[in-house]
């Protein structure tokens, strides 16, 4: 596994041996000659492939319940994939309204900005009014998909003109994953 490094070490990351990742998948491969014959050749591949996979142990370090820890600086969670995303849920967009700049004034957001689920109120902040103000952190990110594809396909055509003169076109896909920047 990739471990980030701290940016005093001048380096950002190594390969480093960290803990247990188990892997499960399926490939199929099919290669085709369609036509063949002495000034012409059409060749086609096919391939297709799912994998997944999960992140058993890291570190093989435990808090003091017996729990696993997972490694959220490097985005590495027990039980789940490489290449989790694990992020803040947004339902919005905090809106040039009187009551949105109150509103996102409250926790230090402006017009413009994403509004922020609130998924762990235990740490939120109550004004003696009764107001509550909500206090991000981890405890309010979720579970938003991988950035690893679990889904690959690819199609390829090759044209072999006069012997010498070859044409390719290719297609392929990644599918079933996000992207961390949206």
Not at 120 to 149: C, F, H, M, S, W
């Amino acid at each position: 596994m990739s471990q980030r490094l701290p940016s005093f070490s001048g380096f950002g990351s190594i390969m480093a041996n960290l803990g247990e990742v188990q892997n499960q998948g399926f490939e199929i491969a099919l290669n085709s000659t369609n036509i063949q014959n002495r000034n012409f050749t059409w060749n086609t591949s096919v391939g297709f492939s799912i994998n997944k996979n999960k992140i058993n142990h890291i570190y093989y370090d435990y808090d003091e319940n017996g729990v696993e820890k997972d490694d959220t600086s490097n985005g590495w969670f027990i039980g789940q994939a490489i290449g989790t995303i694990w992020y803040y849920e947004t339902d919005g967009v905090w809106q040039n309204t009187p009551e949105d700049i109150a509103s996102a004034a409250l926790v230090g957001q402006k017009p413009g900005d994403p509004k922020v689920v609130n998924h762990y109120t235990e740490d939120d902040r109550i004004l003696e009014d009764g107001t509550r103000i909500p206090v991000y952190n981890d405890n309010d990110k979720v579970y938003q998909g991988t950035t690893a594809p679990p889904v690959y396909w690819n199609l390829r055509n090759d044209f072999t003109l006069w012997k010498d003169l070859t044409l390719s076109v290719s297609l392929y896909s990644y599918m079933g994953h996000k992207s961390r920047a949206g």
